[in-house]
């Protein structure tokens, strides 16, 4: 049963590790900043961060396990996206750097577009996982704006 679980496991850490970082990294540097509307309290982030990095998880072990010509492709997109996803924290709340946040996050929302695609193409589910990370980021770059035109 552990055979069967492991990479699941192992994957689902991978992102939870690096989220959990960039988190810890920016933890003394979070508000004091103009929130824009529909902003959501403070304790859904982590909430919904850490269930989309489960699917993000979740979703790499099916296209890994998958064999298909665009498989490599996807993998690199999906660490790309988990990169610029680590680097937009720093970015964001570390050096509050909103316009340049805006720009990695658009960025990281195309490679997101891409991934899903290669995703899709290897396994149906793998690429509809991720569909909620994509509206997800989508949301994010509204929130990114919107403090970005507020301070």
Request: aromatic content about 20%; glycine content about 6%.
């Amino acid at each position: 049963m552990w055979q069967k679980i492991k990479p699941y496991v192992i994957a689902c850490l991978i992102p939870l590790v690096i989220g959990g970082l960039a988190s810890w990294l920016t933890k003394d540097y979070t508000g004091g900043y103009t929130k824009p509307l529909l902003s959501p309290p403070d304790w859904l982030f982590p909430v919904v961060w850490t269930i989309l990095y489960i699917l993000m998880g979740i979703s790499s072990v099916i296209v890994y396990q998958g064999y298909h010509r665009n498989r490599e492709r996807a993998l690199l997109l999906y660490l790309l996206q988990l990169g610029l996803n680590f680097v937009w924290t720093i970015v964001f709340f570390r050096f509050q750097a909103y316009l340049l946040a805006i720009v990695i996050l658009a960025v990281m929302i195309v490679v997101i577009t891409a991934m899903i695609m290669d995703f899709y193409k290897i396994n149906y589910l793998a690429g509809w996982l991720q569909i909620p990370y994509l509206y997800w980021c989508f949301f994010a770059l509204y929130l990114t704006a919107g403090v970005y035109i507020l301070n």
